[in-house]
């Protein structure tokens, strides 16, 4: 494993030390308001100051980023439930399945997915779980791909034609012993997926559609915080560096682990 | 070279395609925001009394069925009537067509920055592959690409417009000053923000698609029979390099236009973006289906605009 993967696991394991075990410690609500010492600088009672309304910046980065990475991680899952699915019978059964669900997937990734976004936000309304199935519902696209290739490449494996001349159940077939292959290529999928997810809920929340306050995410305490950039910078600074961070970590690690898995990069090194 | 026939039968096919594509996001927006929860018959404001939903509900002609509303809906907009904004009573069509020059203007420029920048620096690192400064500029495209746009552009506005106090931080022109340079110093922040959601990418294509075509057999012989490296890199790596980039482009295009909500949003920029952005605050069904029809068929045209470059430049391309 390269120094950058185990850098991106630590700094991953100490974000979520701090959005877990943080929230334990430091016990200040993140809602807990104090006009009296409303932009605050940086002090005892708060280590990072406060923000307009004096709420903790500390504690609202604690319990933000839990939302941030539930949201996150829960996106990503739903996201790659969906692909599996619609990839791996578009690989397996082939003929209409295959020509059908191809052209959705190709589709989905002609048109600007931020719009749909946009769209379902503007009916079904705004809030964690909306947002997890939004991103979810509008991101499974390269997860498909990726299950829709190794399903066509394994399919035509001797032990898949071993298990069909057995007798075993097409479906069977598919989730026993051709999924379970694909499953080194949707960790890297799954990576990236959830670093994907969180640049697009801290996005929408930011616009003010996402989570909605008092409720703290990294994203929508960017969206206050933009309007005291004259006053208050570093409110600005913390929750976007934080995001920036975690999405790094994400992605760095799952460039490692498609160096890692993907045998045509193995190769290229030894 | 590509017989001219060919191609045009080609990029005939690429437009119906295309037109499918569009038809179907029509489609899948129109419905979902029909027939989901929440939809345009709950949305009436709360204060109504239930005989004036009624009439509302009769006068948009939301008692009818879906299907046929939906069918009107499209040949209206097949002849450019996207129907009325809920929350201003205008043709969507009209508000979308006052914003969709800023939203170009916008993200053409960025498109063009993202691309003048990210092939000669992906070419830079093919070149130096492995040196301090490969090294150093795929940290800053890992750096590109984590970065979320609004607060690239927050930090922005905080060094350019706060504290040095070198640029303008919102709108598109400043009032009573129309000039091109005012025009262009107040595009400079956001278009090079929206260029940050693709730029990464297309380093990284560029960089790769070169180091892939360094190691060909082809550049060998080039080089072999004594042709000069910088030939060998501009006449015969370069040119085949660039096709895998060209088509990556395309792909590209539905994140820029993704990308200008946020970034529309953190300048004040009067686009489609950050219309979207008020008629979903505003709830307003109609002007949110019309802006994602529009983009979605800008989406497409690019990629047809850019598969007829990919056909230009690559004459083994086969035409199916």
Redesign the interface.
Known sequence: MNRLTVVSIAVLITIALFVVVGPLLWTIPPEATDPAHALAGAGAAHPLGTDELGRDVLSRLAHGGQVTLLVGVAAMLAALVLGVVIGGFAGFYGGWADSLLMRFTDAMLAVPSFFLILVVITVIGSGPLPLILVIGGLSWMPVARVVYGETLRWKQAEFVLAARSLGTAPLRILARHILPQTIPSLVVSATLGVAYAILTESAVSYLGLGVQPPTPSWGNMLQRAQQYVFTAPVLAIYPGLAITVLVLAFNFLGDGLRDRFDPRARTGRA | MVDDEAVGTFIARRVVVGA??VV??SA??FF??NL????PASIMRIDVTSEQRDTLIRQMGLDRPVLQRYGEWLGGAVRGDLGTSLLTDEPVARRIGDRLPNTLLLAGTALLLSLLVGIPVGIMQALRRNGPLDHVLSVVS??G???????LG??L??VFA?TLRVLPSAGVVTVGNGSPGDRLAHLVLPAFALATTILPTVVRFMRSALLEVLDAEYLRTATAKGLAHRIVVTRHALKNALIPVVSAVG?LV??L???T??TE??FGWPGMGRL??E???G???TL??G??VV??AI??AT?ILVDLIYTRLDPRVRLA
């Open positions: 499918l594509v179907f996001v899948l927006t979902f925001v989901a929860p929440g939809g890992a750096v690409l984590a970065i979320p746009v609004f607060w927050i930090v506005i905080l706060v792909a539905p994140r236009l993704g990308g909500v946020v949003a953190v979207a952005l008629a979903a605050t709830r307003d069904y949110v289906t802006i994602t983009t979605a989406a497409v990629s």
